[in-house]
């Protein structure tokens, strides 16, 4: 009984935004072309907002089990880790979006060229 509660569900959640897009005209959807660079731009853009909402949610899985620790050191040095872990992985993810976004300013002032 629950397989099949559970099924129609996924089945229902899958055909209804099928059947919501399939209202748009062709003529309605707008074809944008977009450069290498501003590709990549908009990939590195979309990965650092999983980092971020990565470290956010690993800073409060880290703080909640230093509440729950209840005076366990061991449990409350891991905690404290993975709280740590989590910064110096946030400092590090935006210094490679800004170390990115340096080369591809420099690539694109210089019109992709290199000079020999």
Same mark, same amino acid.
């Given at each position: 009984?629950?397989?099949?509660?559970?099924?129609?569900?996924?089945?229902?959640?899958?055909?209804?935004?099928?059947?919501?897009?399939? /209202?748009?005209?062709?003529?309605?959807?707008?074809?944008?072309?977009?450069?290498?660079?501003?590709?990549?731009?908009?990939?590195?853009?979309?990965?650092?907002?999983?980092?971020? =909402?990565? +470290?956010?949610?690993?800073?409060?899985?880290?703080?909640?089990?230093?509440?729950?620790? /209840? *005076?366990?050191?061991?449990?409350?040095? /891991? +905690?404290?880790?993975?709280?740590?872990? +989590?910064?110096? *992985?946030?400092?590090?993810?935006?210094?490679? %979006?800004?170390?990115?976004? %340096?080369? =591809?300013?420099?690539?694109?002032? /210089? *019109?992709?060229?290199?000079?020999?």
């Amino acid at each position: 009984m629950f397989k099949k509660i559970l099924y129609s569900i996924a089945v229902s959640a899958l055909a209804f935004p099928a059947t919501a897009l399939a /209202q748009i005209a062709v003529e309605d959807v707008e074809v944008v072309e977009e450069s290498l660079p501003g590709l990549i731009d908009k990939a590195i853009n979309f990965a650092l907002g999983l980092v971020v =909402l990565l +470290a956010v949610g690993l800073i409060i899985y880290g703080g909640v089990k230093m509440m729950t620790s /209840q *005076g366990k050191s061991e449990d409350f040095k /891991q +905690a404290q880790n993975i709280v740590i872990y +989590a910064i110096i *992985g946030l400092i590090v993810a935006f210094l490679a %979006w800004a170390l990115v976004n %340096w080369v =591809l300013q420099e690539l694109l002032s /210089q *019109g992709g060229t290199t000079s020999s």
